[in-house]
């Protein structure tokens, strides 16, 4: 490589800020050259020589022959991620480039320059600020996914060669001080001084291609199809859309099996109406809508907030709205909908985050054991179900502040979590079969295994800040999904290469702020399953019960271990193997704090299903 000191020849290698060289130095997605000119910054400089002794010297005061820059005996060989000097970007985020030297120092010299991130495509530019993230569909099911991105006045579609999807004349210019470039538009909705809902895609009409509906601020349900019959270069509309309101939607539209479409409002209202357009209902909530979830075909849940939180349930079929409990709270995130399966009737849950207060609730709106959870945080993102650990409970993951959360289904926290990072985590988790992916404000994507650890290649570049959920999909139609996202630097920017499969909560458009999770359970092989586990009273004092209930399976033992909050068991006794069971544990001699218990319930076969929640023992 190269050295300040060494006088001979070398190889030189420059690394370039792209943040700093289109000016926008503080992320603010604005030229603010007066704020760095370039090179005042000397840990972001616009234009930086890369030098083997690991010391910055340009445009840094320094004392000739001083230790801070001696001579390097040998010098680099290698410039890599794990190298020092490395080649990962200023915000600490990895590149993936390494250049070895493959000659002896001279006159002419040869190098190799590998890069371990290959990108499936040139970035995408769209040069407006993003509403939400990009959106990932197969909308014509030829197993292809295809880019939806909405902006200030525009939505914009991309097809599987990242051509347009909408064939039009359109082009946008990206504008630099130095330089103006050309990129295609692909426009294929103008909404010009509203904004768009997020997008939902379904196929109306049953002939095997979905269409796109959203809501605007005209107070308008819109849906559009995908063809351009007219030549305008834009996307028809739907035949009876788009249907006008007299109060403004918001959130987004929520499409059932049957052909009917929930609609929210906000003046805290939610109207059920047909394809066709025909309101079948209309319900009140009384306040903001925070999220709807379907539970199944008749069943929908509605979560809205005014002074404080209220959850309701409503019957499709006999058009009943039953609230079914209220929340002190007064943020509240939307609300996710955790589906297992498997199971005998199946099991569904409803989570969200309030003021920081994570909570937990079965179909009745009841509070599952072990929540609510307070979480302790100024800001956070909604929960996301998965199954982390391969085993037949969930785990619910969501960021907040600068550190990222999971708990098991009893509210306790996985080892080594929250993982926290340096910075603010900008993004809600995308869950993947590879594990967590996020973004934090440096300009960094993370990717976390099930032990809280980061999986390599990761932390990577993005290049710019992502302030909305990261998006994975199946671009090429290999079945290896890509990782998508839309930064602040006005590009779409197509990682691949770096995440296995797909995304394991398939929501729609497989984005984070959808509102359905399917978690499937084998409950086919004799193995026993526990459906709960929980302790009372609790807390408590000198004596509680552990009560759990086998709902599958043949149980020939049952072990009950108590821990405390460092790992170190302080108790084990079995359990009884009944369907239903309340085991007693004395507690008059022990410390007040907090324990955690597991319940492991081990088949026939040897398989075993574990349970873990926690117990308060007060004094």
């Known amino acids: 490589m190269y050295d300040y000191l060494l006088p001979a020849s070398g190889v030189l290698i420059w690394h370039i800020d792209e943040r700093v060289a289109y000016m926008d130095y503080t992320g603010s997605g604005e ?54 000097p490395n080649s990962n970007s200023n915000t600490g985020g990895r590149t993936g480039i390494t250049i070895q030297t493959l000659t002896a120092p001279g006159d002419s010299m040869a190098i190799s320059v590998e890069n371990e991130f290959i990108m499936a495509a040139d970035r995408l530019f769209f040069g407006f600020t993003p509403l939400a993230h990009p959106f990932i569909v197969d909308f014509d099911h030829d197993g ?49 001084g509203y904004t768009v809902s997020p997008l939902i895609f379904t196929d109306l009409d049953s002939d095997g291609t979905d269409e796109m509906l959203l809501t605007n601020q005209r107070n308008e349900l819109v849906a559009y199809r995908f063809s351009d019959e007219n030549s305008d270069g834009r996307c028809d509309l739907f035949h009876g859309f788009p249907i006008l309101f007299e109060d403004e939607p918001v959130y987004h539209p929520i499409v059932l099996d049957g052909g009917i479409i929930a609609v929210p409002f906000k003046n805290g ?14 319900l009140d909530t009384r306040g903001e809508i925070k999220g709807l979830v379907p539970a199944d075909d008749t069943i929908l849940y509605i979560l809205s907030a005014r002074a404080k939180g209220r959850l309701f349930r409503y019957n499709i079929e006999t058009d009943e709205l039953e609230l079914l409990r209220e929340f002190p709270e007064e943020k509240y995130t939307s609300l996710s909908g955790i589906r297992k399966t498997g199971t005998t009737g199946g099991e569904f849950y409803l989570s969200f985050l ?65 993982f926290e990072a340096d910075s603010t985590i900008s993004t809600p988790p995308l869950i993947t079969e590879t594990g967590l992916l996020f973004s934090v404000e440096g300009e960094a994507i993370y990717c976390i295994d099930r032990i809280g650890k980061i999986i390599p290649p990761f932390p990577v570049s993005s290049s710019g800040g992502v302030w909305y959920s990261l998006s994975s999909g199946n671009i090429d139609g290999t079945g290896r999904d890509e990782i998508i996202f839309a930064a602040d630097d006005g590009f779409v920017h197509i990682y691949k290469g770096l995440i296995s499969g797909g995304a394991k909560s398939d929501r729609f458009g497989r984005n984070i702020d959808s509102v359905d999770v399917e978690l499937p359970v084998d409950a086919t092989s004799g ?59 004395q507690t008059r001699n022990r410390a007040a704090g907090a324990y955690i218990c597991t319940v492991s319930a081990e088949g026939t076969d040897g398989k075993t299903d574990t349970k873990r929640f926690v117990i308060a023992i007060v004094k």
């Open 31 to 84: 030229t603010n050259f007066e704020e760095n000119t370039l090179q005042w910054d000397q840990y972001r400089l616009f234009i930086d020589l890369e030098e083997a002794s690991c010391y910055q010297d340009i445009g840094v005061y320094y004392t000739y022959g001083d230790p801070d820059d001696a001579y390097f005996i040998g010098g680099n060989e290698t410039f890599s991620p794990t190298s020092c």
């Open 144 to 192: 292809k996914d295809e880019i939806f991105l909405t902006v200030e006045g525009y939505i914009l579609a991309w097809d599987d060669d990242f051509s347009k999807l909408i064939p039009n004349y359109d082009n946008i210019a990206h504008i630099t001080s130095f330089d103006t470039t050309y990129y295609p538009f692909p426009v294929i909705v103008d909404c010009p």
């Open 269 to 282: 209202k939610v109207r059920i109406i047909s394809f066709s357009g025909d309101i079948v209902s209309e």
């Open 354 to 418: 309030a003021d920081g207060v994570l909570y937990l609730l079965d179909e009745n709106g009841e509070t599952y054991p072990g929540f609510p959870r307070d979480m302790e945080l100024s800001s956070f993102s909604e929960p996301a179900a998965l199954n982390i650990d391969g085993n037949e409970t969930f785990e619910i993951a969501f960021s907040g502040d600068n550190k990222l959360f999971c708990v098991d289904e009893h509210g306790v926290l996985l080892p080594n979590f929250p």
């Open 527 to 585: 193995k026993p399953v526990i459906t709960k586990a929980y302790n009372y009273p609790n807390p408590m004092t000198d004596k509680t019960y552990i009560h759990y209930e086998i709902g599958s399976g043949t149980a020939e033992c049952v072990t009950v271990r108590i821990f405390d909050l460092s790992g170190r068991l302080i108790d084990r006794f079995a359990g009884t193997t009944h369907t239903i069971n309340d085991v007693p544990w």
